[in-house]
T-cell receptor, first 111, second 114 residues
Framework: QQQVKQSPQSLIVQKGGISIINCAYE??????FPWYQQFPGKGPALLIAIRPDVSEKKEGRFTISFNKSAKQFSLHIMDSQPGDSATYFC??????????FGQGTRLTINP | KAGVTQTPRYLIKTRGQQVTLSCSPI?????VSWYQQTPGQGLQFLFEYFSETQRNKGNFPGRFSGRQFSNSRSEMNVSTLELGDSALYLCASNPPGTGWTEAFFGQGTRLTVV
């Protein structure tokens, strides 16, 4: 119940395309769903986050879509650029509890 | 403001040895968490410390331990190293009162066990 399942494991998108990464969870106590971006040799960095009382949050080219009834959420990267090539992790937490991470998606944007 | 600092960046150890990794959180941050990152497994939670006390613990064997000092700096120790312990170990800290909604990660320590 503590798990967050993420797919796909790897994704290749052409420059200018839309990248979509999906996550699913079981624990309905989760109340905060962040996405982290990690470049090689760096630690993960917070990219965007959402709470379950909204269905969508957009920041620039990055959008989180949240489906509370299905217990799923996804990251959309519009107009994907080579600089977006990185590993993306979805995560979930509640209260002051630890972050639970998905397995990660290695995204490659081909120029 | 300096970020989360982890030392050393790289380590090579032999099976059976022990290792100590260090993490200095962002100034003012009192919570520190440790994660193990391996390909395909994502980030696995090891433990969390707050004000020198372990607050949460993940599902790792007792060979993995940690501690936090009064200045919030934290160390983790792995004894009797196994080949499977090879991983990137990440430390994160968060500002007071935010829970883990704002986690700041260090660059990690890459441990290789041979």
């Amino acid at each position: 119940q503590q798990q967050v399942k993420q797919s796909p494991q790897s994704l290749i998108v052409q420059k200018g395309g839309i990248s979509i990464i999906n996550c699913a969870y079981e624990n309905t106590a989760f109340d905060y769903f962040p996405w982290y971006q990690q470049f090689p040799g760096k630690g993960p960095a917070l990219l965007i986050a959402i709470r379950p009382d909204v269905s969508e949050k957009k920041e620039g080219r990055f959008t989180i879509s949240f489906n509370k009834s299905a217990k799923q959420f996804s990251l959309h990267i519009m107009d994907s650029q080579p600089g977006d090539s990185a590993t993306y992790f979805c995560a979930a937490t509640w209260g002051a509890q630890k972050l639970v991470f998905g397995q990660g998606t290695r995204l490659t944007i081909n120029p | 403001k300096a970020g989360v600092t982890q030392t050393p960046r790289y380590l090579i150890k032999t099976r059976g040895q022990q290792v100590t990794l260090s993490c200095s959180p962002i100034s003012g941050h009192r919570s520190v968490s440790w994660y193990q990152q391996t390909p395909g497994q994502g980030l696995q939670f090891l433990f969390e410390y707050f004000s020198e006390t372990q607050r949460n613990k993940g599902n790792f064997p007792g060979r993995f331990s940690g501690r936090q000092f009064s200045n919030s700096r934290s160390e983790m120790n792995v004894s009797t190293l196994e080949l499977g312990d090879s991983a990137l170990y990440l430390c994160a800290s968060n500002p007071p009162g935010t829970g883990w909604t704002e986690a700041f990660f260090g660059q990690g320590t890459r441990l290789t066990v041979v």
